[in-house]
């Protein structure tokens, strides 16, 4: 069965989990809390491994359609919360120009793959009230992300050529990152308008690449990450549920040096649209 619809069957499960789930006590009414989440989204990734071969070569990251997952959670005890947030997007047919010494040249290249990454953090819920869903949180912490793809054929200005045999790349970093977001609600009656927006960025540089499951001897030199999210939505408060539909973007990239010899550029990202299910429990 395609992964991707797997995902996506676990995702809607998690979804109408969280819908089911009784209330405990009104929102953000005492020193604990717990807030569950999870969602779909459809948009594009981004991957590749950039090679400087010459000073009158450049090139982009690939660019094509990808669907995602995600899953988390955040508890609070009355100040201090902690995190945790797993983001995963499909990686398949990847599109760029490479302009090599004043030629501009298309590739194309189809495969699968994904990109994956998870946050451990730690920080402070705030700007909470009793019966109210809205809060703002700022953490800092820890961000590990795995890319893996497996390419199939190649295509060079129009013309394709099966790899064989398939071509497999992995890409593993880790590092820390910091951000904040922020949920707020305008009560309308039984229902409330919701807004959520995040901002995040993060150093977690490429620590191994493989290809064809051989580690390649890499340096890294510099690395920089950041992604946003804007969304809105309705949220009952009575029921301390949330639906929301947004833009979420994450991108990284890390200067290395290729066989410790090439310069080069790794990196990985995605631009989602979601549809996102939150459910939060006073105590």
């Not at 009414?29 to 999870?38: E, H, K, M, Q």
């Not at 298309?106 to 869903?133: C, N, P, Q, R, Y």
């Not at 039984?190 to 807004?195: F, G, I």
Request: negative net charge; contains cysteine; hydrophobic residues 40%.
């Amino acid at each position: 069965m395609n992964k991707s619809l797997v995902l996506c069957i676990i995702s809607l499960f998690v979804v109408m989990g969280l819908i089911a789930l009784p209330v405990q006590a009104q929102v953000n009414s005492g020193d604990f809390g717990l807030i569950l989440n999870g969602g779909v989204g459809a948009g594009s990734s981004m991957y590749g491994v950039v090679l400087n071969t010459s000073n009158n070569s450049t090139s982009t990251l690939g660019v094509g359609p990808g669907k995602s997952f995600n899953a988390g959670f955040m508890a609070n005890f009355s100040l201090i919360a902690i995190h945790s947030q797993l983001y995963y997007v499909t990686l398949t047919d990847l599109e760029w120009d490479q302009d090599v010494s004043g030629t501009e040249t298309k590739f194309k290249t189809e495969g699968s793959g994904h990109f994956l990454t998870w946050d451990g953090t730690v920080g402070i819920k705030a700007l909470t009230e009793e019966g109210d869903m809205g809060y703002t949180h700022i953490y800092v912490g820890f961000r590990i992300w795995k890319a893996t793809r497996e390419e199939d054929t190649k295509t060079l200005n129009g013309v394709s050529n099966p790899s064989y045999p398939p071509v497999k790349q992995e890409m593993v970093g880790n590092g820390f990152i910091v951000g904040i977001r922020d949920f707020s609600t305008l009560p309308l009656g039984p229902v409330a308008l919701a807004l959520q927006t995040g901002l995040w960025l993060y150093k977690a540089p490429l620590s191994t690449l493989k290809q064809n499951d051989t580690e390649i001897n890499t340096t890294a030199d510099q690395n920089i990450g950041f992604g946003f999210e804007i969304g809105g939505g309705l949220a009952f408060e009575d029921l301390g549920l949330a639906a929301i539909v947004g833009l979420r973007m994450d991108v990284q990239a890390t200067k290395i040096k290729y066989f410790n010899v090439i310069d080069a550029v790794a990196g990985a990202g995605y631009a989602q649209f979601f549809f996102a299910v939150s459910k939060e429990f006073g105590f």
